[in-house]
């Protein structure tokens, strides 16, 4: 059972950058799925969330307007659109999913993390 975030990558303030999270062991559809963060020096931070009980979809207002979380059933994979990339954007980005039926309040709540990917935003 395993996540695998990937598409990480160096790039210029207001760039674009996509990341993938492909699940193997398990099927997505049955968990809530998250996108976290965690910049140099801080903690880990919630970006994205799509619940498993309505698939409604909440961001961090940080990244409002400008990420976007989307999944592919058939790929069993997930996706992180970031546009209008910032410097403070900068992290290791990780996927991880809980059974829980909605976003949960604390990170702690996800049950099973991804290996991040490194996304580096700068001139």
């Known amino acids: 059972v395993q996540l695998q975030a990937s598409g990480g990558g160096l790039v210029q303030p207001g760039d674009s950058l996509r990341l993938s999270c492909a699940a193997s062991?398990?099927?997505?559809?049955?968990?809530?799925i998250g996108w976290l963060r965690q910049a140099p020096g801080k903690e880990h931070q919630g970006v994205s969330c799509i619940s498993r009980s309505d698939g409604r979809t909440t961001y961090a207002d940080s990244v409002k307007g400008r990420f976007t979380f989307s999944r592919d059933s058939a790929k069993n994979t997930v996706y992180l659109q970031m546009n209008s990339m910032k410097p403070e954007d900068t992290a290791v980005y990780y996927c991880a999913v809980t059974l829980g039926s909605s976003c949960p309040q604390s990170l702690y709540e996800y049950s099973r993390w991804g290996r991040g990917t490194q996304v580096t935003v700068s001139s």
């Open positions: 062991g398990f099927t997505f559809d049955y968990y809530t």
